[in-house]
């Protein structure tokens, strides 16, 4: 750090001059107090001449090598001398100094003298570096141009930005080469281009870098010096690639929001549809459950008086047709609940292995008598296909269904193509069905179709587009609801006037499971019974009372209870009753309730569980006989034998 | 890319840009004498570049066609030495060398020779302060005159063989108050720019001596 008296001398330098004259012949060097000074040299001894050596005496150690250089080459014959170099004064101060020189030749061409002038340049330099390391540090390339002129004088960096080689002075037409074809040039090449400069020169320049091709993006600020009829353009250019892509990004981003949020909110409306489709299925199907349960009660008082009806009175052909015509109308209205129920996946199903291609083919004649003789039956099934496991008696119902929707579909004839297909549904498959292997049991008409409407509400139960009293509007609803309890789907597909293909998917059944053997029917007389002890239970009294009747009328004691409290109660009155028969679905305390406290009291009590639903718990023991509601005094006398046999064996 | 090994050190380009400085100092007294008036040649500065890269620099600067006097060099090292004008100055160039005395017809006609008298000068001067600096002597091919672009002149046309390396000189001619840019190129391959830098390094440890 240099002391204040340095600083002081320092100061009275600034701008220092000083002039040399090397005599090359006489090997002299001559110079003036400027230059004495400069060099911390004696003023008078200089004056008269010092060995030539002291020339680089006080020039920087670093700098010396390359002045002594550039001095031999004035001296074997070059003309311009134009150096920056550092001198060390005596007291540790470093000064930068310009020297400038030229060589006087004699008449043989040979140089005799090297004089030139010095001069301190320190302050100069210091800002230069200041302005040098200010550019490189910041990204910042300067540029001074003016106006007519076909070159810019440009920074180092400023030429690292645009990629082009380091030059002090560049064409224009270089410069804006490198601006993207369409863009406006960075330096104006005619009067139309300075109308559009700003005074403060801002823009922003799309370029493909020289060197390497990368596309940036250049930023210009300045100023323009307006100097007489023209101008002078002062100012720097700076890399915002970063910030240009930042933007267009997020322009980008913001251009598709609203298409964006149109989407999602299409998504959305899609899935609320499909929800509401869902829950209106849903409430349909529990409404329908419920009606078909408490219809299924009134069916079967209807019947077992008609059975009891026939039994009592006397033998006359016109009262037979007249029970005969009333209970095939109850069984009408039976079958009627068994498909509501089927729908609200509520029926009492027994799955089978099933060998789709045999069950379409063994009802062939069924279906061909149904549909009448304009329509004929095509089918296709592939080999080998997979069985699955199904209730035969609704797949039957099923297919005959889609038949005749089929034919309905084409008024004037043509082929119902019915086929089987297997398909493999890998995990997180749209369909919603778990991954496995299904088949698919298709009914393809080529009628009229269906337009979009009709499509998405086809299944709803009482849907039909048949005319008042043709069709009930469950039978496609009845198959979507049998495809759901067997773990399938069924799926239609239909546009206006080009027919439908209606598939029901049933998972293929892979375990090979021996044909459950149906259980025999077991031929007990009544007789062989004998007289038993009954306890029946239902909360519906008309079926209370209708099964008691019924009862009765096999010779058996019936005891009746409303309630499975009541039922409880009796039971322990009664020690002695033989066989409980009880209803599943009452307020309070259901029929699988019922039979689990039996089960303390009576182990040995053989159970009849009568219930029009299929929502018996499967875990319910096996000593327990299911009994279909509703039932006849048939079934009603077959279940009971099945009871005391299961108990005795 | 130019190899580390041949790349010239600081000091070395400097001995080099003042080596070529006296040859240039020499061509300008000779042309001084040749046309009876002022003439003042520097080069400023020197770089070593690829010769691909040397046709892209030289198309950075100049927008023009080109036009240059080219004689080949051979000895410890060889090469080929071109001296290159934007065309737009070639004609002010000849303008200055005759006089501008004469009509622009007779001088299109003398164009050619009065390029390529004043190439011979300025690059025979500069060879030969090379080769009498250096310790060494060259001897020189008779110039030819040839316009182009940057890539034609500095033989790259797409092949491999344009892998030689270029000392590329800035050069600024002042004639009869009119400046004038032009380019001193010299074309060598790797073991003649090795050969080279050795001499120079030779050269330096001559003048510099203990203070290098």
């Known amino acids: 750090m240099p002391d204040r008296g340095t600083e002081l001398r320092r100061l009275s330098m600034v701008g220092a001059s000083g002039s040399w004259d090397w005599d090359i012949r006489g090997g002299v060097l001559r110079a003036d107090a400027g230059f004495a000074a400069l060099h911390g040299l004696n003023a008078q001894d200089m004056a008269v001449g010092v060995e030539t050596a002291c020339f680089f005496r006080a020039i920087h150690v670093d700098d010396r090598p390359r002045i002594r250089i550039a001095v031999a080459g004035m001296l074997a014959g070059a003309e311009l001398f134009s150096k920056e170099f550092r001198i060390l004064l005596p007291d540790g101060a470093v000064l930068w100094v310009h020297a400038r020189g030229q060589t006087h030749l004699d008449e043989q061409d040979e140089p005799v003298r090297f004089m030139g002038v010095l001069v301190d340049v320190t302050e100069r330099k210091r800002a230069e570096e200041r302005l040098r390391i200010a550019q490189s540090a910041g990204g910042v390339g300067t540029f001074e141009y003016m106006d007519g002129f076909a070159t810019v004088s440009v920074s180092d960096e400023f030429c690292r930005l645009l990629g082009l080689h380091p030059a002090s002075v560049l064409p224009v037409q270089t410069v804006n080469a490198v601006v993207r074809p369409g863009e406006p040039p960075l330096f104006p090449v005619n009067a139309e281009g300075d109308a559009g400069l700003a005074d403060d020169l801002e823009g922003v320049f799309a370029i493909t870098r020289a060197d390497d091709g990368a596309q940036r993006w250049i ?17 720097v250019v700076y890399d915002v690639t970063t910030s240009k892509q930042l933007e267009t ?52 008082a209807i019947q077992s008086s008609l059975t009891l009806l026939q039994k009592r009175l006397p033998g006359d052909p016109h009262t037979d047709r007249l029970i005969d015509n009333a209970m095939q109308g109850a069984q009408r209205g039976a079958a009627l609940t068994q498909r509501m129920l089927a729908f609200a996946r509520r029926q009492d199903l027994t799955p089978v292995r099933v060998e789709v291609e045999a069950l379409v083919r063994g009802m062939t004649d069924l279906v061909q008598r149904t549909i009448g003789p304009a329509w004929w039956l095509d089918l296709d099934f592939p080999a080998h296909l997979p069985p699955v496991t199904a209730d035969v008696n609704q797949l039957e119902m099923a297919v005959l269904n889609l038949a005749v929707n089929a034919r309905d579909a084409m008024p004037d004839g043509g082929v119902i193509r019915i086929g089987a297909c297997a398909q493999t549904v890998a995990e997180g498959a749209p369909s919603g069905l778990a991954p496995g292997r299904y088949i698919g049991l298709s009914v393809v008409d080529a009628g009229v179709g269906m337009d979009e409407a009709t499509l998405s509400r086809a299944t709803e139960p009482f849907f039909t587009t048949k005319g008042v009293g043709k069709g009930t509007g469950l039978g496609l609803s009845m198959i979507h609801g049998l495809a759901k309890q067997l773990g399938g789907t069924f799926s239609l597909e239909s546009t206006l006037g080009n027919g439908t293909t209606a598939i029901l998917w049933l ?41 008691g009747a019924l009862l009765e009328d096999l010779g058996h004691q019936v005891f009746e209870a409303g309630s499975g409290e009541e039922a409880l109660a009796c039971l322990r009155d009664n020690p002695d009753i033989d066989v409980l028969i009880t209803d599943q679905a009452m307020p309070g305390m259901t029929g699988t309730q019922l039979v689990g406290h039996v089960a303390t009291l009576r182990p040995d009590l053989p159970i009849i569980l009568a219930s029009g639903y299929g929502e018996i718990p499967a875990d319910a023991r096996a000593r327990i006989i299911k009994l279909g509601k509703p039932f006849g005094q048939a079934q009603l006398e077959n279940a009971l034998a099945q009871a005391l046999q299961v108990v005795s064996g | 890319m130019t190899p580390e090994s041949i790349v010239l050190e600081e000091l070395e380009r400097d001995a080099l840009t003042e080596i070529v400085n006296i040859g240039v100092s020499r061509a300008a007294s000779s042309l001084r004498k040749m046309i009876g008036d002022q003439v003042l040649l520097s080069v400023p500065s020197i770089d070593v570049v690829s010769q691909r890269r040397a046709a892209r620099l030289i198309s950075e600067r100049e927008t023009s066609e080109l036009v240059a006097v080219r004689q080949g060099f051979s000895g410890p090292f060889s090469g080929r030495a071109l001296l290159i004008f934007p065309e737009s100055n070639s004609l002010a160039l000849v303008r200055a060398v005759t006089g501008g005395e004469m009509s622009a017809e007779d001088m299109a006609d003398i164009e ?58 800035y050069i600024d001619f002042s004639v009869r108050s009119r400046n004038i840019r032009g380019y001193i190129a010299m074309i060598m391959d790797l073991p003649s720019l090795a050969m080279l830098k050795e001499l120079l390094a030779e050269f330096i440890r001559r003048i510099v001596g203990d203070d290098a």
């Open chain 1, 249 to 300: 990004a997020l322009r980008e981003l913001n251009d598709t929001l609203e298409h964006r949020v149109e989407q999602e909110v299409a998504n959305r409306r899609e899935a609320e549809e499909a929800l509401r489709q869902a829950q209106k299925m849903e409430a349909v199907g529990q409404l329908t459950g419920g009606i078909a349960h408490d219809f299924n009660n009134l069916l079967m």
């Open chain 2, 112 to 169: 050619v020779e009065a390029l390529a008298e004043t190439g011979n000068v300025i690059l025979n001067s500069c060879l030969a302060t090379m080769a009498n600096m250096l310790r060494r002597s060259l001897t020189m091919t008779i110039p030819e005159v040839l316009r182009g672009t940057g890539d034609t002149l500095f033989e790259v046309d797409g092949a491999e063989t344009a892998n030689g390396l270029v000392l590329f000189l």
């Open chain 1, 507 to 547: 998972p293929a059944s892979e375990e090979v499971q021996a044909e459950a053997a149906a259980p025999a029917a077991v031929e007990r007389d009544a007789a062989s019974m004998g007289s038993l002890k009954i306890l029946a239970v239902d909360d519906d009294w008309l079926i209370l009372m209708n099964t």
């Open chain 1, 219 to 235: 930023a210009r600020r300045g100023e323009k010096l307006h100097e007489g009829a023209g101008y002078r353009l002062i100012g």
